[in-house]
């Protein structure tokens, strides 16, 4: 089994940063595809970004510009850098990984953007 550790929410102002963490153990493998979604109350998941290997990243059109998602592949770890936050940006921040026929979550952390 995979698991992954989210930290790094809280509460910030509008305009204000943050740097989510996740951190893969178990069954994960590295190298595999990492992403981030978040799901705000009444609102279905949805992906924020996402990220290869290689270091290829793909960002929904409403965080591009604001958040940069990394990888240290030698600590399995996966960054979300989230700046310029707005309060639209409220929700649980979820990280995700991708792999030979599984995908496994985390927890979720609570990102919290006050006006």
């Known amino acids: 089994q995979v698991q992954l550790v989210e930290s790094g929410g809280g509460t910030v102002q509008a305009g204000g940063s943050l740097r989510l963490s996740c951190a893969a153990s178990?069954?994960?493998?590295?190298?595999?595809?990492k992403g981030w979604y978040r799901q705000a109350p009444g609102k279905q998941r949805e992906l924020v970004a996402f990220?290869?290997?290689?270091?290829?990243?793909t960002y929904a059109d409403s965080v591009k510009g604001r958040f940069t998602i990394s990888r240290d592949n030698a600590k399995n770890t996966v960054y979300l850098q989230m700046s310029s936050l707005k309060p639209d940006d409220t929700a649980v921040y979820y990280c995700?990984?991708?792999?030979?026929?599984?995908?496994?979550w985390g927890q979720g952390t609570q990102v919290t953007v006050s006006s």
């Open positions: 995700k990984e991708d792999g030979v026929g599984f995908s496994a």
């Open positions: 990220i290869t290997k290689s270091g290829t990243a």
């Open positions: 178990g069954s994960s493998f590295r190298f595999n595809v």
